[in-house]
């Protein structure tokens, strides 16, 4: 099978990409490299017959027909986006043009190759979006696939709108699209602005580790190789017209994460006094969604897929990759600005 993805170069697209070509499948990597994207993700099958990186922006409807044209795609797997919160309410119109029109143009390109390939029955839109689109959930309960979209911040919003474009396309133009929703990913090569990479690299420079609010709001978090393995499930065993939540299993307040890590610090590269000094409570953000948990009943149950990386496991790997590639993210710190806070606007 060789499968077309969109944001291969991102922090969960690469990991797809990776665990793609190890399985034996033909990959074309589409990416527009934006600040979030990085080739050396994906450094480690550079070079493989089975690869190919096409740079091109999803808005870019005659860049897109040509990919399709000249790769011939069995599948497409549509994980470009952007997708900080806190990027997105201080910016919202780029998560506008990239995850709403970049959808857009990618299924109409997507639809224009179907329909001119002879409508295969085995060809295959895989939409990848998050569990944020539901909104946010009381102390009890979990998303399930049937739960009413909520979207509260202009991040989730634009993903609920790509979802739905998606589900359209599924009904009105038959094409074969399933999408899936995931729980908050974490792991390697995650770019530095997101709340893990943030908490170990604070810690490891001394420099104070931001808590939002008061820390009680509640992620469920998910390994990202373990995402990735449910991804390319999902994509060999998914129903059309279906939709598939990939969740961790691992529900914790914030607060209870960055200790986690912040003690794996400790264990790992010990210190006078413990990392957990560093813990410095700072303004919430607008809008900040109390707790998400997802129900992954279906995904278990009808593809055999579950969660194989604990959180205490995932988060002692993670920190130790961080702590043993330093040459992958201190060039990132160098040309970003990611310790300025955002959204407060």
Known sequence: MKILITGGAGFIGSAVVRLAIRRGYQVVNVDCLTYAANLANVASVAGHPDYVFEKANINDRSALDLIFARHRPDAVMHLAAESHVDRSIDGPATFIDTNVMGS????????????????PSGFRFHHVSTDEVYGSLGKTGKFTETTPYDPRSPYSASKAASDHLARAWFETYKLPVVISNCSNNYGPYHFPEKLVPVVILNAISGNPVPVYGNGKNIRDWLYVEDHADALLTVLKKGT??????????????????VRLILSQLDVLIPQKLSYLNLIKFVEDRPGHDRRYAIDPS???HELGWEP????SEGIR????????NRDWW?????RHSVNSRLGLS
Not at 244 to 254: A, F
């Open 317 to 324: 790997k993670t920190v130790e990759w961080y702590l043993n």
């Open 308 to 311: 194989s990386v604990t959180l």
């Open 330 to 334: 201190q060039p990132l710190l160098a």
């Open 240 to 257: 059309p017209g279906e939709k598939y939540n990939i969740g961790g299993v691992n529900e914790v307040s914030n607060i209870e994460l």
């Open 298 to 300: 279906r995904i278990r």
């Open 104 to 119: 857009f143009h990618l299924l109409e390109a997507a639809r224009a190759f179907w329909t001119a390939s002879g409508r």
